[in-house]
C-alpha cells in the first residue's frame, strides 16, 4: 500500500524506538524527584542571619538542647530561644563580635531576628513536641545529627507518611527520656538492646500514637 | 399445510434492508456523506455546537476559578444539575452498547444498520457525562486523590464509596464502548482508506485501519474479537446504571434508600437511549438519505423498545410508591407524596407525562410509522428522562428534620453548563457524521439478499 | 517573589548538584513547584521573652463586660497575646458561668476595622498627645469654671470607679452636673422602685421562683441579668429539683422569655397595665393587701384567676417581674404584689447601689436648649441618635464624645475621642449582688482610644492611668499590707471577694398608685422590642450578631415589621410585603415578617437596625427608632399600616417550624413525666430490639469496646432557653465564617450548631421548641462511607474526624448526612471576610483550627483541638495516667451555656456526667431508627402546665 502511506513514514518506527527511551529517562527522573526526598525539601540549608553554628554549641560546647529551646518539654513549639537566651553567655563571651551583632540589636531593641524556618509543617497539621519528647522520641530521631551541622539543614521529609510509619509502630524510635537530647544514640550499644516496654523511668507506656486524622489535623 | 403458511409468514418478514440495495451501492451510499463536499446543512448544525461547546468551556473555567457556589446548589441541596445531567448522559449512554452487543448476541440483524450510529451516540454520551462528576468536585485540582496511586501520604482512596464505583463503573464502560466501536470500524475504516482521493484522508484512515486488507484470516480474527468484546460490553450495559444508581441507593436518605433502583434506573437508561437514538437517527436518514438502509422496520423496533422500557420504568413510579407505603416509615412515605404534591410536584408530573403517558401511543403500529409524531415522542422521552433525575436530586429539599428543608432553583450557570455539554455532543456527533461511516457498511452487506449464498431458497422459503 | 530567590540561593548539597546536573532542563520547574509547595517562612523570636510566656501556649485571664447595668464575668483566651476567645468566669455570682451571645462577639468587635482610631477636633484628626492635650485643656477650663457649665453623660455601666470618679467631681465642684441615658438600661424600673420606695436599688434572683409571671419582660433575652435568670429559671426545670417552676407570661410579642413560658397570654403593651392590676385585685380577693385598681376585671379571665391562685399557693416563693417596656407604676404595683407575696425575702437580695445621683436625658436636652450646659462631656453611647433633640441642641456647647465609633455625636462633636474596647482598657464593674469584678485589659489599645474612666480622671486633673484609678478604688477595701496580694487574687478570680455590699430591706409602702395607666386602645399599637441578638444597635456591626439568626423569628441581617398572622391577614399582609408603618408623623417602609404568638393589633419594631454611618454591617436592616415618639417610650398607640408595592427578601434560616409529627422534639408535662418516667420511648418510631435485629451480625465497633475515651454529648432540652450564645461561641472557636445575607438567603449559612426551633400550636395556647443541633459523631456514620477519598473518618474515640485538607468537596457527606449538619464553602468565604474585615479577622482567629478552603466540607467534632489540647496534657503531665478527668474538656457551646444545657464528657467513664446523663430516663436520640448511633443525645424536655390551664 505504498500509495496510502508517503515514504517518510517508514521512519516512524525508527522514531518511536528512539523516543521510548527518551521518555522512559524522563519518567524516571521524574519519579526520583516527585517521589523522593528532594521534592519534600530533605537537606534544605538556608544561610541564617545569624550565622550560628549547632556544630559549635550542641557539638563542641555540648550545650543541651533544652538550655534554648526550653519550652520543648511543655509545649508544642520548642521555641527558637529569645535573644537574651545567647546574651546570657555572649554579655561575657565573644561579647564584640561581628556575627553577634544582630542578636545585641534584637536584645536592646527587642527587634525579632529574622530567622529562616528549616522545620516547616502545613497549617492543617498540628505536632505537639512535648507529647512526643515525653514518650522518648529524641531531638535526633527526626532532627538528624544537628551537633554535626555547621547550618542547620531539614534531616527527614516530614510528608504525612513519614510520619504515619512511626506512628504505626512506634517502638524502633523510642530511648529512655534521660537520652532524649543525646546525640548519636541511635547508634550506640545500649540502643541496641533498649526495651522501652520494660523501662521504669518512662513516663508513661502505654503509648496510642493517633493514627485517625483529628490526631494532627483539626 | 399449515407449516407451509408458516413459512410463508417468515417470508412475508420484509426485508432488512431494501432489496435492491446490492453491495456497492450500499458501499457508496454510505460513503456518500463522507465524499460530498461539506455540505451547507452541516455546517448549520456544527458551527453553534461548536459555539455551545466552547461557551460550556468557559462555563467551567469561570466555575473553578470562583467556586461552585456559583451554581445554585445549597444546604441542603448539595447536588444540583451537574449530578442530574450526569446520570442524564450516562443513560443515553446505554443504548449504543445495548443495540450493538446485546442485539449482536441474540442475533438481532436488524441492529447492523444502527449500531454504527447509536454506539457513536453512546461514546459522545459517555463523554459528556463523565465531565459533569469531574467538575462538580468543590477542589478539582485534587480530584487524582479519587485514583488509587502510592503517594506520600500513605493514603487511599475509599473504597465503600459508590462514588468511586462511578468512576471505575463509567471508565470502563467508556473505553470498552469505545473499543468495541473501533474494532467495528476497522473493516469500513479500510474502505475508505481505498476510496478516499485525498492524501491527508488516505494517511488518517491508512493509520487507523491499521492494515486491514479483507483477508478471510483479518476476518475470522475480527469475528472472534467482536464476538469477545460484545460478551465483554454486555454485562457492562447492565453494571454501569446501576453503579451510577447505588450513588442514590446506597446513601439513607428518603426517596434515594430503596432497592429498586438498579433495574430502574437500567431500563430507565435504555428508554432514553433509545429515545436519544430516535431523536438522531430520523434526521440523520433523512438528511443523509439512508431511508433504503434504515427501514421502516428499524424504527418500528426501536419503538416497540421505547415502549416497552417507558413501561418499565412507569411501573417502578408505581412501585416506588407502594414500597414507600409499604415500609411503613412515614419518612419514605412523605418524601413521595411530597413529590406528587410538594413543591416540586410540578417536575414530577411532566416526568410521568413524558415517560409513561404519551409513550403508551407507540401502542399503535400507525404512530410507530409516524416519523414526525415518533420524533417528537423521542423528544418528550429525552426530556422526561432529565426530568427523572432532577427529580430525584430535588428529593434532597425535604429529608428528616423539618428544620433544615430548603428550596433549590438553578442559576444561569447551572443552565449554562447543561446546554454547553449538549453543544460538546453535537459537535463530536457533527465531525462523526462527517467523517467517519455513520453506518456499518460491512455488517449491513452480510444482511441484504446478495450476501446470501442460496437466494433461490429464501425465495421458496426453503429452510436455511 | 521572595520565596523563589530563597529557593535559588539554597547552597547546592552535592547529592542535589548531581541531580540538578542530570535534568538540569527542570530546574525552573523545580524551584516553581517547591514554590508551589511551601511559602518559605520566617521565625521571629522575642528578644527578651516575658516570664512564663509559652510561644503557641493560650492564655486566660479574667475580665468583665457589661450591657446597661447588666455584668458578665469573662475568662478570656489570649494566643500570642491577641484575645481569640471570650470564655466564661464560672466563679462570676451574677453571670454564674454563663455568656450572651453579645458576650461572646464581643471578642470580634475588638478588632472591628470600623472602630474609630483617631481622634477628632472639629472633624479634623489629631494625633493623640493633642487628643489628650485637647482633654486637659477642656478639664482646665471646667476645674477652672468650678465645674459651671458641665454636663456629664454616661449609660448605666455599673463601675464602681466611675462612680467613685463622679462623686468627686460633684464634690469639688457642685455645679457640674451628671445625667444618665442607656437604651439598655432600666431608667422605668428604677423610677418604679423609687416609687415603691426603694430608690437607687437592684434585686438580684438567688434562687428559682416556683411561680413566676412576666409582665412584657425579657429576662432571658434582653432585660437584666440574663444568665442569672437562665441559671435560676433552669435549676427549677428538673424533674428532681427542689423547687419546681411553672413561668406564665403576658406579653404582646414573642420574647424570648415567652417563647419558654408554660403559660403564655399575647395581649397589647397597653393592655399589660390592667392584667397586673387584675392579679393584683384577685390576689387581694386572696387575702394578700394589694390596691383593687380601677378597670381591673379579673373575674372574667381565667389566666389571672389561675396564675393568683398558684402565687397563693405558692406564698413566698412566687413573684412577678414587669419589664422596662412598662411605664414605672406598674413596676411599682409589681414590687407592691412581690412584697406581699414575700418573694423579696426569701427569693433573693436587694442591694443599695452606690451609684451617684443622675438625671434623665429629657432634662439634660431642657438645659443644653437653655444654654446652661457650655461643655457636655458624653462618655458613652451615641446621644445624637439615641436621645431625641440632642442633635439639635447640641451647637449650644462643646461635645467631648467618648465613643467607639464615628457616629452622629462624633460628626457634630467639637472633640471626639475613640472609646477603648473593654478588652483593651482597666476598669471595674459591680453587680446587682453587689459583687465587684475587675474588668482587666488583654490587649494594650489598638487605636489611639481612651475608656471614660481615664477621659473623666483627666478632666479631674487626677492620675490619668485607668490601672492606678482602678486600684485607687479599690484599695480601700483591704488593710494596705495585704492589697497586692489580694489584688493578684482579684485578678486571678476576676471577683473582688472582699468587696463591702449594702443590703437593704424593701421597705414597700403598698399606698395607691398614681397614673396607673388604664386599660389599652381598641386601635393599632406599636411595640418598640430591644432586638435579641443587636440588642439596641450598640452590635449592629458585628457580622456575627447580624447572621446569628434571632431564635424566635430565625431572621438574620434584618428587622421586619411582626404582625400576628390574623393581624397580617387583616391588613392583607404577607410574609416579605413592604408596609408603610405611619407613627406620630413619622413613616417608614419595611418588610412584613408573619410571626405566630404576637398579639392581635400589634405591630412589633425590632430596634438596633439600619444604621447609616456606623460601619459596614450596622447598615443593613430598617431603622425604627424614628417612628419612636420623642419621650421615649416603648409603645404607642395610633399606629397606620399599609402595603405598599414591592417586596422584600428576608434572610429566614429556618423554613420550617412545624414538626410533621416526626419525634424530633419531645416533651412531656411534669406529671405525665411522673405518671410515666420511660416516656421517650413512647414516642418511638421503631422498637430498639427492631433496629438491632438486622439481615446481619451486627459487629462490634472497636470503640464500643470503650478502653479509650469515648466522647459523647448530652443536651437537656429542659434546660436550653435558645439563647443562641453557643452558636456564637462556636463561630468563635472553629473560625467559622460568616457568609452575608445574599448566601443565607441561597441557604449557605456555615454555623456548625444552630438552634433549631419549632412552633406548637397546644391547642390554642402558641409555644416554641429549642433544640440545638450539630454534628452528632454517629457511630454508624453514614456521611463517612460515602466520601470517595476519606476525608472523613471515625476516630477510635468514637469522633467522626474530619480531614478539611483531604476533602475534595464531592458534598456527598452532606447529601446523606440526615440531620444535614454538615457545611460547605461554596465560595472562599474566609477569604472574602478576610477583604471585608482586614487584619481583625485573621487576628481574631482560633490557631488551633485550621481555616478552610473554598471548596472544602466542614463541620462540629467536638472541638476536638481542645480534646487533643487536654489529651496531650495529660500525656504529658499525667505521670503514666492518660485518662482525661471529666470536665478537663469544655467545649465552647459548653462553656457559653449558663444553665449546662450542654455537657460534654467521655461515655466510657460510668461516673462521668455525661455518662450519667444517658442513664436519664429521659436520654433519646433523634433519629434513632435509622442506626446511626448518634453520640449526641436529647433528655427530653418537660413542661409544667397548671392544670387549670392545661386544657387550654
Not at chain 3, 475580665?63 to 481569640?84: C, F, H, I, K, Q
Request: aromatic letters at 10%; one cysteine or more; proline letters at 6%.
Amino acid at each position: 500500500m505504498s500509495h496510502t502511506f508517503p515514504r517518510w513514514t517508514n521512519k516512524i518506527p525508527t522514531i518511536v524506538a528512539l523516543a521510548v527511551p527518551v521518555i522512559g529517562v524522563g519518567v524516571v527522573f521524574g519519579m526520583l524527584y516527585w517521589f523522593s526526598p528532594y521534592f519534600t525539601d530533605v537537606g534544605y540549608m538556608p544561610t541564617q542571619p545569624v550565622p550560628y553554628s549547632h556544630k559549635l554549641h550542641a557539638g563542641k560546647l555540648g550545650i543541651d538542647c533544652r538550655y534554648c529551646h526550653n519550652t520543648v518539654e511543655k509545649a508544642a513549639y520548642a521555641a527558637v530561644p529569645p535573644a537574651e537566651t545567647c546574651m546570657n553567655c555572649h554579655a561575657y563571651v565573644k561579647k564584640n563580635s561581628e556575627k553577634l551583632a544582630l542578636v545585641r540589636q534584637s536584645y536592646e531593641t527587642g527587634e525579632s531576628i529574622p530567622w529562616i524556618k528549616v522545620h516547616q509543617l502545613p497549617d492543617y497539621s498540628y505536632f505537639a513536641h512535648d507529647v512526643h519528647v515525653t514518650a522518648g522520641v529524641g531531638c535526633e530521631t527526626c532532627h538528624g545529627r544537628i551537633d554535626q551541622m555547621e547550618k542547620v539543614a531539614l534531616h527527614s521529609p516530614l510528608s504525612m507518611g513519614w510520619c504515619l510509619r512511626c506512628h504505626h509502630n512506634p517502638e524502633p524510635n523510642l530511648r529512655p527520656i534521660s537520652e532524649i537530647t543525646t546525640m548519636g544514640w541511635e547508634d550506640s550499644p545500649e540502643a541496641a538492646e533498649y526495651d522501652w516496654a520494660s523501662d521504669p523511668h518512662r513516663i508513661r507506656n502505654n503509648l496510642q500514637p493517633p493514627q485517625n486524622c483529628s490526631g494532627c489535623h483539626r | 399445510m399449515d407449516m407451509r403458511s408458516n413459512v410463508d409468514l417468515v417470508d412475508r418478514r420484509p426485508a432488512l434492508v431494501d432489496p435492491h440495495e446490492d453491495f456497492q451501492a450500499i458501499t457508496k451510499r454510505v460513503a456518500a456523506p463522507i465524499e460530498w463536499k461539506t455540505p451547507i446543512g452541516w455546517w448549520l448544525f456544527f458551527i453553534p455546537s461548536v459555539l455551545l461547546a466552547a461557551s460550556y468551556g468557559g462555563s467551567v473555567a469561570y466555575l473553578v476559578w470562583e467556586g461552585t457556589g456559583i451554581w445554585g446548589i445549597n444546604n441542603p441541596v448539595f447536588w444540583g444539575w451537574a449530578i442530574v445531567n450526569f446520570v442524564f448522559w450516562v443513560g443515553i449512554g446505554h443504548a449504543g452498547t445495548l443495540i450493538s452487543a446485546v442485539l449482536f448476541l441474540f442475533r438481532q440483524k436488524w441492529r447492523t444498520s444502527i449500531n454504527r450510529f447509536s454506539e457513536a451516540m453512546t461514546l459522545f454520551a459517555v463523554a459528556c457525562a463523565l465531565s459533569f462528576p469531574t467538575i462538580h468536585v468543590g477542589r478539582i485540582w485534587l480530584l487524582y486523590w479519587v485514583a488509587p496511586v502510592p503517594n506520600s501520604m500513605l493514603a487511599w482512596p475509599n473504597f465503600r464509596s459508590p462514588l468511586l464505583w462511578d468512576v471505575f463503573a463509567v471508565s470502563i464502560y467508556g473505553s470498552v464502548s469505545l473499543l468495541f466501536w473501533y474494532v467495528g470500524l476497522i473493516p469500513d475504516l479500510a474502505t475508505m482508506r481505498d476510496r478516499v482521493t485525498s492524501k491527508l484522508g488516505k494517511f488518517a484512515y491508512g493509520i487507523f485501519a491499521l492494515g486491514w486488507r479483507g483477508s478471510t484470516r483479518h476476518w475470522r480474527h475480527y469475528e472472534v474479537a467482536y464476538m469477545l468484546l460484545a460478551g465483554l460490553a454486555t454485562p457492562l450495559v447492565l453494571s454501569v446504571h446501576s453503579v451510577v444508581s447505588f450513588d442514590f441507593a446506597v446513601s439513607q436518605l428518603p426517596g434515594w434508600h430503596t432497592t429498586i433502583f438498579p433495574p430502574y434506573f437500567v431500563a430507565g437508561a435504555i428508554f432514553s437511549g433509545f429515545g436519544m437514538v430516535l431523536t438522531l437517527m430520523l434526521i440523520a436518514r433523512v438528511i443523509f438519505k439512508m431511508e433504503n438502509i434504515v427501514t421502516m422496520h428499524h424504527i418500528d423496533n426501536m419503538a416497540k423498545v421505547v415502549l416497552l422500557t417507558g413501561s418499565i420504568v412507569g411501573y417502578a413510579y408505581a412501585m416506588e410508591f407502594f414500597v414507600a407505603w409499604y415500609s411503613g416509615s412515614q419518612y419514605e412515605l412523605f418524601a413521595f407524596i411530597n413529590r406528587a404534591t410538594g413543591p416540586y410536584a410540578g417536575a414530577y408530573w411532566t416526568m410521568v407525562t413524558c415517560n409513561v403517558v404519551i409513550p403508551q401511543i407507540l401502542w399503535f403500529q400507525k404512530m410507530r410509522h409516524n416519523i414526525v409524531l415518533l420524533f417528537i415522542i423521542s423528544i418528550f422521552v429525552n426530556i422526561g428522562m432529565w426530568f427523572e433525575r432532577y427529580v430525584i436530586v430535588i428529593t434532597l429539599t425535604r429529608d428528616f428534620l423539618p428544620s433544615s428543608w430548603g428550596y433549590y432553583s438553578p442559576t444561569f450557570w447551572d443552565v449554562s453548563c447543561f446546554l454547553g455539554s449538549f453543544g460538546l455532543f453535537f459537535t463530536l456527533f457533527c465531525l462523526f457524521v462527517r467523517f467517519l461511516p455513520m453506518i456499518a457498511m460491512a455488517e449491513v452487506k452480510t444482511v441484504v439478499p446478495e450476501a446470501d449464498p442460496h437466494p433461490e431458497e429464501a425465495a421458496t422459503g426453503g429452510a436455511h | 517573589m521572595t520565596t523563589e530567590n530563597e529557593t535559588l540561593n539554597k547552597p547546592d548539597i552535592p547529592s542535589r548538584r548531581t541531580f540538578l546536573s542530570a535534568m538540569g532542563a527542570t530546574v525552573a520547574s523545580l524551584n516553581t513547584a517547591a514554590c508551589i509547595r511551601k511559602p518559605y517562612e520566617k521565625i521571629l523570636p522575642f528578644g527578651q521573652r516575658p516570664e512564663d510566656r509559652v510561644p503557641g501556649r493560650p492564655e486566660y485571664y479574667a475580665t468583665a463586660a457589661s450591657v446597661g447595668a447588666s455584668v458578665v464575668g469573662l475568662r478570656v483566651r489570649s494566643n500570642d497575646g491577641r484575645p481569640t476567645f471570650i470564655g466564661s468566669n464560672k466563679q462570676h455570682p451574677t453571670s454564674k458561668g454563663g455568656t450572651p451571645a453579645w458576650a461572646q462577639a464581643t471578642v470580634l468587635e475588638l478588632y472591628d476595622p470600623d472602630r474609630s482610631r483617631t481622634a477628632l477636633m472639629d472633624g479634623a484628626s489629631v494625633d493623640p498627645a493633642g487628643a489628650a492635650g485637647a482633654i486637659r485643656a477642656m478639664g482646665k477650663a471646667i476645674r477652672d469654671a468650678a465645674g459651671r457649665g458641665l454636663a456629664i453623660l454616661t449609660d448605666e455601666t455599673p463601675s464602681p470607679t466611675l462612680f467613685r470618679l463622679m462623686k468627686t467631681l460633684k464634690e469639688q465642684f457642685p455645679e457640674a452636673q451628671q445625667f444618665r441615658h442607656d437604651e439598655m438600661g432600666e431608667a422605668n424600673g428604677q423610677a418604679g422602685a423609687a416609687m415603691a420606695g426603694i430608690p437607687n436599688a437592684s434585686f438580684s434572683l438567688n434562687e428559682t421562683p416556683a411561680v413566676i409571671a412576666i409582665f412584657d419582660a425579657d429576662p432571658m433575652g434582653t432585660e437584666g441579668d440574663t444568665c442569672a435568670f437562665d441559671h435560676a429559671f433552669a435549676s427549677g426545670r428538673d424533674p428532681d429539683a427542689p423547687r419546681k417552676n411553672r413561668l406564665y407570661v403576658v406579653e404582646p410579642y414573642v420574647s424570648l422569655t415567652g417563647s419558654n413560658a408554660d403559660h403564655r397570654k399575647a395581649v397589647k403593651p397597653s393592655e399589660v397595665p390592667a392584667v397586673l392590676a387584675a392579679l393584683a385585685s384577685e390576689l387581694n380577693s386572696h387575702g394578700y393587701e394589694l390596691p383593687k385598681l380601677a378597670g381591673a376585671d379579673a373575674a372574667s379571665d381565667k389566666f389571672v384567676k389561675a396564675l393568683a391562685k398558684d402565687m397563693a399557693k405558692n406564698q413566698g416563693v412566687s413573684m412577678v417581674m414587669v419589664g422596662e417596656r412598662q411605664p414605672p407604676q406598674v413596676h411599682a404595683l409589681a414590687h407592691m404584689v412581690n412584697a406581699a407575696l414575700g418573694a423579696y425575702t426569701k427569693l433573693g437580695a436587694w442591694t443599695q447601689s452606690d451609684a451617684p445621683e443622675f438625671q434623665t436625658a429629657d432634662e439634660l436636652v431642657a438645659g443644653m436648649k437653655a444654654g446652661t450646659f457650655k461643655y457636655v462631656v458624653s462618655l458613652s453611647g451615641n446621644p445624637a441618635h439615641s436621645i431625641p433633640g440632642f442633635a439639635d441642641a447640641a451647637e449650644k456647647a462643646q461635645v467631648l464624645h467618648l465613643g467607639s465609633y464615628l457616629d452622629e455625636t462624633a460628626r457634630i462633636a467639637k472633640l471626639h475621642v475613640p472609646k477603648s474596647h473593654y478588652l483593651e482598657a482597666w476598669g471595674d464593674l459591680v453587680g446587682r449582688d453587689g459583687s465587684v469584678a475587675i474588668q482587666q485589659p488583654l490587649i494594650a489599645p489598638l487605636h489611639e482610644s481612651k475608656s471614660a474612666i481615664e477621659v473623666l480622671a483627666t478632666i479631674l486633673g487626677s492620675k490619668e492611668s485607668g490601672y492606678e484609678q482602678v486600684r485607687d478604688t479599690h484599695r480601700s477595701h483591704v488593710a494596705s499590707g495585704d492589697f497586692e496580694k489580694s489584688w493578684q487574687v482579684w485578678l486571678h478570680d476576676g471577683v473582688v471577694q472582699s468587696h463591702p455590699v449594702q443590703r437593704v430591706e424593701p421597705a414597700i409602702q403598698a399606698a395607691q398608685i398614681e397614673g396607673y395607666p388604664k386599660a389599652g386602645s381598641s386601635d393599632l399599637e406599636a411595640a418598640f422590642i430591644r432586638d435579641l441578638t443587636v440588642l439596641d444597635g450598640r452590635f449592629a456591626n458585628s457580622p456575627w450578631l447580624q447572621e446569628l439568626p434571632d431564635p424566635v423569628t430565625k431572621l438574620s441581617w434584618d428587622n421586619a415589621l411582626l404582625l400576628s398572622p390574623d393581624t397580617a391577614e387583616k391588613l392583607g399582609l404577607k410574609n416579605e410585603d413592604m408596609a408603610t408603618v405611619t407613627l406620630n408623623g413619622a413613616s417608614l417602609d419595611l418588610p412584613v415578617w408573619i410571626q405566630p404568638g404576637t398579639a392581635d393589633d400589634v405591630a412589633v419594631l425590632p430596634l438596633g437596625y439600619g444604621r447609616e454611618g456606623v460601619g459596614q454591617y450596622a447598615s443593613s436592616g430598617f431603622d425604627v427608632s424614628g417612628l419612636r415618639p420623642v419621650d421615649g417610650t416603648w409603645s404607642a398607640s395610633g399606629v397606620q399600616i399599609k402595603k405598599t408595592p414591592g417586596s422584600y427578601r428576608l434572610a429566614c434560616q429556618q423554613l420550617e417550624s412545624d414538626q410533621y409529627g416526626r419525634p424530633i422534639v419531645r416533651e412531656a408535662s411534669q406529671t405525665d413525666f411522673t405518671a410515666d418516667e420511660n416516656f421517650v420511648a413512647k414516642f418511638e418510631v421503631m422498637k430498639p430490639e427492631h433496629i438491632d435485629s438486622l439481615l446481619w451480625e451486627e459487629p462490634v465497633l472497636p470503640w464500643a469496646k470503650g478502653e479509650q475515651h469515648q466522647w459523647a454529648v448530652s443536651i437537656d432540652l429542659n434546660k436550653c432557653s435558645g439563647c443562641s450564645a453557643c452558636v456564637v461561641a462556636c463561630q468563635a472557636e472553629n473560625n467559622i465564617p460568616w457568609v452575608g445575607k445574599s448566601e443565607v438567603l441561597k441557604g449557605r449559612e456555615m454555623h456548625w450548631m444552630k438552634i433549631d426551633r419549632y412552633f406548637k400550636d397546644n391547642n390554642g395556647q402558641f409555644e416554641v421548641k429549642y433544640q440545638p443541633m450539630g454534628c452528632a459523631q454517629c457511630e454508624t456514620a453514614p456521611c463517612e462511607n460515602v466520601c470517595p477519598v476519606g476525608a472523613s473518618a471515625h476516630s477510635p474515640e468514637g469522633l467522626n474526624d474530619m480531614a478539611y485538607n483531604r476533602c475534595i468537596g464531592t458534598r456527598y457527606c452532606a447529601n446523606n448526612c440526615p440531620y444535614k449538619v454538615r457545611r460547605f464553602n461554596f465560595f472562599h468565604y474566609t477569604v472574602r471576610n478576610d477583604g471585608e474585615y482586614g487584619m481583625g479577622i485573621t487576628m481574631q482567629r482560633n490557631p488551633d483550627v485550621t481555616v478552610r478552603y473554598r471548596g472544602v466540607m466542614e463541620k462540629c467534632t467536638y472541638c476536638v483541638q481542645r480534646i487533643q489540647r487536654a489529651k496531650i496534657y495529660q500525656k504529658v503531665n499525667g505521670g503514666g495516667d492518660t485518662k482525661v478527668k471529666d470536665g478537663a474538656i469544655v467545649t465552647a457551646c459548653e462553656e457559653a451555656c449558663g444553665t449546662g444545657a450542654m455537657v460534654f464528657g467521655n461515655m466510657a467513664d460510668p461516673e462521668s456526667r455525661v455518662a450519667k446523663m444517658k442513664n436519664n430516663p429521659r436520654n433519646y436520640a433523634v433519629l434513632a431508627e435509622i442506626n446511626i448511633r448518634p453520640r449526641t443525645t436529647y433528655l427530653a424536655k418537660l413542661t409544667n402546665p397548671n392544670p387549670e390551664l392545661a386544657e387550654g
